[in-house]
């Protein structure tokens, strides 16, 4: 079939290029066509076959011809081949099947054209005038309806996603694409489903029924991906990187570091952009000092973009207003007031849904397909941070007006003046937020690209199925080297700005020409087409070495740098470029920028701390660290929560869940969770479904039964991120979560410490133990000295030094079930590995897992780079017991020393709390909701004498941030809402 179409093309390329066309401009210019004759001259004597020799050469004719899509997309060769604009885009994947279809269920759309009629139309009328004929193109992701074969924008589309295993009807697992069987013989047809989307079409002959419902059920099962079937923990999406497919991956460690990259990541955008969040603010500042990026602001780096051309689609939650204060609306409302290339959806339509009480969750951007951003971080106030965590700002210099932000003490009411301070800086602190991000390169981007796609086109059928100017979305495959080169390597897409209109134009890099230039005839090669001398393969003189793709994936990604400098200047707003053309010089051309950005061009000697610390041969002040982790290759999978109400998928997907579950299940040293909750159950808990807590139990009691070392650490918020006192009222919410967390962990016949204990006694605090984090500071110069805790807000789980799982998702049934908020998460396993040790013993940990690991701990420890050798070994004792343990004790200590602050293990009632709220608000005149204001002096007694010492010299003892959970807390009182409060209602929403 294949050599019937190239054979065609070659016939019509000889008339073309004799025929002046296009405003008298050749269409194939200097096509040699005379000059062809010398390759099929040998087969003219052939009435039936043409030579081996001929036949190559003009193969390979025919490839640069097609390598050229000014060429092939042109109208004259679509037509002429009964192809479309979508068959040689590379973007898309492999050509495999398209034609004129009849449909019915798309809104009429504008026709004189009689010929779109079937043809027994004419003689029978056996179409009524609501079937219209339109172009299918089936791709190995998705089928698509275009207008005609010219059009690049989809009128419907399906996009493949797992089927369910099975019918109801015994009959096994449910079919993409089945014959319809229709009264009238005139008639042939057949049907598609996926997920809760369903069309019918009509051909013109059975044949090609049953000719479209062989290759649409081919295509849904078709290695590598097979979309219609699940993959491990059954995701949608594949295990990658199991080759050398350019999977990447690195880590960000807090949000001045994730917004650093991702400003670069939009200013370099040449296409399109997807953004998707829970919550967005469009005045969001990625670089600080404000005043000094102005064209850091997020609304501002769009407008640029979109001004160019690129295309912005941004998907937000619509939340429920009265339990919600992120204002969509507003969000919405400015975003659209940028320009016309950025386009916006807000989803679920509550009313219409029926759906309250679950929420959109993943924090996602995208770029150009080219690099993709996941983790905890929303693009929205109060989640610019790094590693001092900062708890005072005035004057205003990095977090101006709502930003500013504590929601402990208040939550917004007005978005209308959001530079406008929500909180009196000078007596509150800000809540300090701790989270985790991470970038993907390569096909583990597109997956998550994919997903966006699903829910685009899910919410755009929802919420504007007739608006014009909001089109549905065409996810890309890998970007392979077309089918008609034979080849699997990938191709990367160059994307360019070509008018003032908008109009992307792509180009392949194999063909760099450009349509005035010149097609080369290729002289005929051998039939083999293989150079001995160089052990390469060749395709007609088109070389292709099998290690160039390879070497070019690697330097076409672009690693993010970022350092803190020592002092933080006022500088002037000059975006700072992270990218590099080759990642393996990487080290040694960058300097610090004045806002101690790397730049590209000059040489430094210094390395990043997670490469050199091993050998002691660096020392990097206490004030520098690692908060951008190194761009490594890696095997990725995506993994997400969604159901029908949230993607419109036909099962519900948990692979978030299954993958927890497995990968503690197969842990073999130790455990790192960091969480905003932690709410799981033991098997038997009808209560709370996700099985975390499960796997975690039994991998300790294995851990135990065989006598080896294993830890358990878990770090989460000292006390959930909602407004009001644990005692007030109005904080119902907040003691529900509370109550949730506690039965979890520690109290009563469900949770985990009790049931260990009943089995191992006190050395279950060996096996698994509970963290927060905790900041302070002076407010301003001359200010009250304040504490708040830092905000655990990541959602990552390291193993073994070797596997992470970074994503949106929290451990709760919420984010886990699936069938409740949605998310998505990425598994990264370590393909490079560096020396380290594990319990004593030499270990070969892996370079993402390992760095981020120490990072965090160094972080949280308040280690400088000098002293993270001693953190290398997580399980030994030396560093979990006398290091992690020991100083997240001697920090609970301090704090309880100056602040009395809440939580901590010493209250056990409200009227203890109580009490304690009066002393110090008499004592003080004024405290924070959780007593985090140290008086001016702490009072003492030497010698009979009672003395007053600065609280800063108590508190310049803390090191980092880490204190231990109070799992004493409130242990007395019921914290479950009762009957009158709201909360007792929807109990659902806290776990």
């Not at 990658?240 to 990541?265: N, V």
């Not at 829970?278 to 005045?283: A, K, V």
């Not at 360019?496 to 792509?506: A, F, L, S």
């Not at 293990?905 to 140290?934: F, N, P």
Request: aromatic share 10%.
């Amino acid at each position: 079939m294949m050599m019937n179409m190239m054979m065609r093309l070659f016939l019509f390329i000889m008339m073309k290029a004799l025929e002046p066309v296009l405003t008298g401009r050749f269409l194939f210019r200097d096509v040699p066509s005379s000059a062809a004759l010398p390759i099929i001259r040998p087969a003219l004597g052939r009435q039936y076959s043409m030579s081996d020799r001929a036949k190559v050469a003009m193969q390979g004719y025919l490839n640069h011809f097609l390598g050229n899509l000014d060429i092939v997309n042109s109208r004259e060769v679509c037509r002429f081949l009964e192809v479309s604009k979508l068959s040689f885009s590379p973007e898309y994947g492999s050509k495999l099947k398209e034609d004129f279809v009849m449909v019915k269920h798309l809104p009429k759309f504008p026709n004189d054209d009689d010929h779109r009629r079937c043809c027994a139309c004419h003689w029978f009328s056996c179409c009524n005038d609501n079937w219209q004929k339109v172009w299918a193109v089936l791709k190995p992701g998705f089928l698509a309806l275009l207008r005609d074969p010219f059009d690049s924008q989809p009128l419907d589309i399906i996009v493949f996603d797992i089927l369910p295993a099975s019918d109801g009807n015994g009959e096994g697992r449910v079919s993409l694409a089945k014959e319809v069987k229709e009264r009238n013989p005139l008639r042939h047809s057949f049907r598609v489903t996926c997920g809760i989307r369903s069309m019918q079409l009509r051909t013109k002959s059975n044949a090609k029924v049953k000719d479209w419902v062989a290759a649409i059920n081919d295509a849904g099962l078709q290695p590598p991906e097979g979309w219609c079937h699940p993959h491990r923990f059954g995701s949608f999406a594949p295990p990658r990187g199991l080759t050398e497919d350019g999977s990447q991956a690195q880590w960000f460690i807090d949000g001045r570091a994730a917004f650093e990259a991702i400003a670069i990541a939009i200013e370099e955008a040449k296409s399109e952009i997807f953004i998707c969040g829970w919550w967005l603010c469009p005045e969001l500042y990625l670089r600080r000092p404000f005043h000094a990026h102005a064209s850091s602001r997020l609304d501002a780096l769009l407008e640029s973009k979109a001004k160019q051309g690129v295309q912005i689609y941004i998907l937000l939650y619509k939340e429920v207003a009265l339990a919600l204060k992120i204002n969509s609306v507003y969000s919405k409302k400015k975003l659209l007031g940028i320009h016309e290339n950025v386009r916006v959806l807000r989803y679920p339509d509550h009313f219409s849904t029926g759906v309250y009480l679950w929420s959109h969750h993943e924090k996602i951007v995208i770029v150009d397909y080219h690099v993709c951003f996941i983790g905890g971080l929303d693009l929205c106030f109060g989640r610019y941070d790094s590693f001092e965590h900062q708890v005072g700002d005035y004057p205003p210099v990095v977090w101006p007006g709502k930003d500013y932000y504590n929601p402990r003490e208040s939550e917004p009411n007005s978005w209308e003046d959001t530079m406008k301070d929500e909180l009196d800086r000078q007596k509150y602190p800000r809540m300090p937020w701790h989270d985790v991000h991470c970038a993907l390169w390569g096909p583990p981007c597109r997956d998550v690209a994919r997903h966006f796609v699903q829910r685009w086109n899910y919410a755009k059928r929802n919420k504007a199925p007739n608006e014009q100017a909001i089109p549905l979305l065409m996810p890309q495959q890998h970007m392979v080297i077309p089918h008609y080169l034979g080849g699997s390597a990938e191709v990367e897409v160059q994307s360019d700005v070509i008018n003032n209109h908008g109009d992307i134009k792509r180009q392949d890099s194999f063909s760099s020409r450009s349509s005035y230039q010149d097609v080369p005839l290729l002289m005929p090669q051998e039939a083999d087409g293989l150079d001995t001398a160089s052990g390469h393969s060749k395709l007609n003189g088109l070389e292709r070495n099998h290690d160039s793709h390879d070497q070019s994936t690697r330097n076409s990604r672009n690693p993010f740098s970022f350092r803190k400098p020592k002092i933080e200047p006022l500088a002037s707003d000059m975006p700072m470029k992270g990218f590099v053309d080759d990642f393996n010089t990487f080290d040694h051309q960058h300097q610090l920028s004045s806002d101690g950005m790397a730049v590209p061009g000059s040489k430094t000697s210094d390395k990043e701390w997670w490469e050199t610390q091993e050998r002691g041969d660096q020392v990097v002040s206490a004030d520098e660290t690692g908060q951008v982790g190194p761009c490594v290759l890696c095997r990725c999978q995506v993994i997400r929560s969604v159901s029908q109400w949230s993607a419109g998928t036909s099962r519900t997907e948990e692979s978030i869940h299954n993958a927890y579950c497995s990968l503690i299940e197969k842990a073999e040293h130790f455990v790192y969770i960091e969480n905003q909750f932690f709410i799981s159950g033991l098997s038997g808990d009808d209560t709370i479904h996700n099985r975390v807590l499960e796997a975690l139990y039994k991998r300790i009691l294995k851990a135990y039964d065989e006598k080896k070392c294993f830890r358990v650490i878990i770090v989460i918020p000292l006390l959930p991120g909602f407004q009001g006192g644990v005692d007030d009222g109005s904080a119902a919410s907040v003691r529900s979560i509370m109550h949730w967390q506690y039965r979890t962990i520690c109290r009563g016949n469900n949770s985990i410490l009790h049931n260990l204990y009943n089995l191992i006694g006190p050395k279950m605090h060996d096996y698994i133990t509970f963290y927060g984090l905790r900041a302070y500071g002076r407010l301003y110069d001359g200010g009250p000295v304040a504490s708040s805790q830092v905000y655990v807000h990541s959602k990552i789980m390291i193993i073994d030094d070797r596997t992470c799982l970074i994503g949106s998702a929290n451990i709760n049934d919420r984010s886990l079930l699936g069938s409740r908020d949605s998310e998505i998460g990425v598994l990264i396993e370590d393909k490079e590995f560096v020396d380290s040790s594990m319990g004593g013993k030499p270990w070969r940990a892996g370079k993402f897992a390992v760095s981020l690991r120490r990072s965090l701990w160094s972080e949280h420890l308040g280690l400088n780079a000098g002293e993270i050798s001693q953190i290398s070994d997580p399980v030994v004792d030396s560093t979990y017991k006398n290091i992690w343990v020991t100083t997240a004790k001697t920090n609970t200590m301090i704090y309880q020393d100056v602040f009395s602050c809440i939580p901590n293990d010493l209250i056990h009632s409200r009227i203890a709390l109580r009490q304690c709220m009066v002393y110090w608000k008499e004592k003080l005149g004024h405290t924070t909701i959780d007593l985090g204001t140290a008086p001016e002096k702490l009072e003492s007694y030497q010698d009979g004498n009672l003395k007053g010492t600065d609280p800063m010299e108590r508190l310049q003892t803390i090191k980092g941030h880490l204190v231990s959970f109070p799992l004493d807390f409130m242990c007395k009182e019921d914290l479950r809402p009762v009957f009158n409060e709201s909360e007792y209602y929807a109990s659902q929403v806290f776990h």
